[in-house]
């Protein structure tokens, strides 16, 4: 059972429940490891299937039936991930994820349409960690959470040898611990977990060639399918963020027939 509401509040800066009384149980222990999921889909049926289907797994659900009922949610309170569909009235899923994976680094699952291979493919090139298509197993979707939770929480606790540091690079730095790209004039952008994670093995192996199966291992601990074409999307996303022009690539370059390479020096600052 869930703590009372009017004994704990919600810190917005990170996922947990802080206590206003002694933690005599270890109630909020318990529940900083419980992730918080936000399901946002206009069908209720499913909004609400999928709810009760997470809460019966051991995690915590929170719907939203909109953008705007999402934002909402989101200005409430933490979530480690967003169960996001793609078809919603007013502002749809895409937008919603292009804006969310601007400014932030929570991970998106989208969910679409079985026959919409477009949406798929723009959703991972805008932001999105991975997609469900309609219908799907809840099974599957539960398995896919998961994927991405453990993902997003070795990116978090692990930086590479580079973390808590700035890290400079082409006329860029990192700020590993905001996950920030700031430019020569002060401007910053901010990171997803997924483009964090990619920078950060880039960073790593500077002037190395590093092909796809070496890189979806590298980043997302896993064997590429035939036809995968994940990194791919991951790499195009991050170059618009980084590249002055992102068709005609000076930092993460193209090798042909070999994979990809970052083919700048990278200075770690003090």
């Known amino acids: 059972m869930y703590p009372p ?6 810190d917005t800066k990170c996922d947990k429940y802080v206590g206003n009384l002694p933690d005599v149980h270890g109630i909020n222990r318990v529940m900083n490891k419980i992730p918080h999921i936000l399901v946002v889909d206009d069908h209720r049926d499913i909004r609400d299937a999928v709810t009760r289907y997470l809460e019966k797994n ?3 659900a929170t719907s939203a039936f909109d953008a705007i009922d999402m934002d909402a949610k989101l200005a409430a309170g933490c979530f480690n991930l967003i169960v996001l569909d793609v078809m919603m009235p007013g502002e749809d899923g ?11 680094d929570t991970p998106i699952l989208m969910l679409t349409a079985l026959s919409e291979d477009t949406d798929r493919i723009v959703g991972l090139e805008i932001g999105a960690d991975d997609y469900l298509p309609k219908p799907f197993n809840p099974r599957e979707l539960l398995a896919r959470i998961k994927a991405i939770l453990r993902r997003a929480d070795r990116s978090q606790t692990i930086a590479g040898e580079f973390s808590g540091n700035r890290v400079q690079f082409a006329h860029w730095i990192l700020d590993t611990d905001r996950r920030v790209l700031v430019a020569q ?7 997803t977990t997924a483009d964090f994670k990619l920078l950060t093995v880039f960073l790593e192996r500077p002037r190395f060639i590093l092909n796809r199966d070496q890189l979806l291992d590298l980043v997302a601990g896993r064997a590429a399918q035939v036809f995968d074409r994940t990194i791919d999307n991951q790499i195009s996303r991050l170059r618009r963020k980084i590249e002055h022009n992102p068709t005609q690539p000076e930092i993460i370059t193209t090798v042909r027939g070999g994979g990809y390479c970052l083919s700048v020096d990278v200075e770690e600052l003090a």
Do not use: F, N
Request: overall charge positive.
């Open 5 to 10: 509401v009017a004994r704990y509040r919600v």
């Open 58 to 60: 051991g995690m915590r």
């Open 94 to 104: 895409l937008s919603v994820c292009r804006r969310l994976s601007a400014k932030g």
């Open 185 to 191: 004039d002060g401007k910053e952008t901010g990171l």
